[in-house]
């Protein structure tokens, strides 16, 4: 069986000191494949060396991969504090008192008694039912307010108090609405995930994260070829169709895939790719050790941006906002 030795895995340096390793496994089953795939997939990837995890309750499979942890810890083969989890509060749960019952549950099912990493979701409180498809509204769904999020955030630093916790994080956030919230906090988030891959690199946010001291961690790092129907639109490109990525790929004798991990680490986000696949997640992992690309390779793969956004959120619309670019503040205000 392949090992891949997680102390060759290169790591990153949160604002906190902590080291994390430079790739983690997803667990989102994109309303495709099952609880039982998913954790089978987070059983093989422990044995094979991955040690960081991103799980979130709306998944809806932290109870099996909970199971898959504590055998895996019993068993030895890996040591707790070996591990980096991550889970995260979902947007019906934002309420006073839920996010507690939220995390309590989490841990419940995840078998734990601390989070590495807890993050807010979504910033909005705004449902859809799990499986829904892309025309489906919330008549309930609201706009993004300071001070329902704080009202959130305040629940999520009481959880660091308690040491349930170690790291809070944010996701799918903007600058405008970094900016409103960042000076407010007084546990600041070490970590938020936003989508990013070769086709939407994303710059001006990255940039704004990494000034601040935040370590990005990059969701949908492949471009999600197997993403739920819901987030799939005529115009949206398949990173791993891009010719000069392909390119690429031929040259290091690799699936275009692994070459979107690579630029992605070099890069020094820290990307968290999904397969359930044993030979994809091997070879994501090993990735990390072997064969890096060149400057010029880098440099082409920066080219191929084109601002393509996969995970558009429309189902978390408010009544009156117009398209999903009205989440995203692209005038660089928050859209209300
Ligand atoms: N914070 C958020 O709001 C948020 C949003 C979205 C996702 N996420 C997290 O990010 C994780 C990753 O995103 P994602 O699952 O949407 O997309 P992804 O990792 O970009 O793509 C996953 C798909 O890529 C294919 N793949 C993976 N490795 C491969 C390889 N070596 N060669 C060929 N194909 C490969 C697999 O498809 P096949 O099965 O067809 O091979 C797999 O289903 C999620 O699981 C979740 O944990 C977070």
Redesign the pocket.
Known sequence: MAFIDPKLVPKRKLSNGQEIPCMGM???G?DRFTPEQVSGAVAGAIRIGYRLF???SV?GNEDLIGEVFEAAIREGVVKREELFITS?VWNDMHGQGDVLLSCAKTLKDLRLDYLDFY?V??PFPNYHAPGCDGDSRNPDSKPFSTEEFMSTWRQMERLYDMGLVRNLGM??MTIPKLEAVLPLCRIKPTVI?M?L?PCFQQPELYDYVVAHGIQPIG?????????PDRDMTPDDIAD?RVPELVEIAKAHGV?P??ICLKWAVQRGQVP??????EN??V??LESTVKDPLSEEEMAVLKGVDKNCRL?KGQVFLWPGATSWHDLWDEDGVIVK
């Open positions: 997803g667990t989102f994109s991103d799980c979130a998944y995260k993050f979701h979504w996701s799918s995930e989508e891959h969701f949908c790092p492949i471009g999600s070829p197997t993403r791993i699936h895939a692994v968290i790719p999904f397969s359930i696949h994809e997640y070879s994501n995970i």
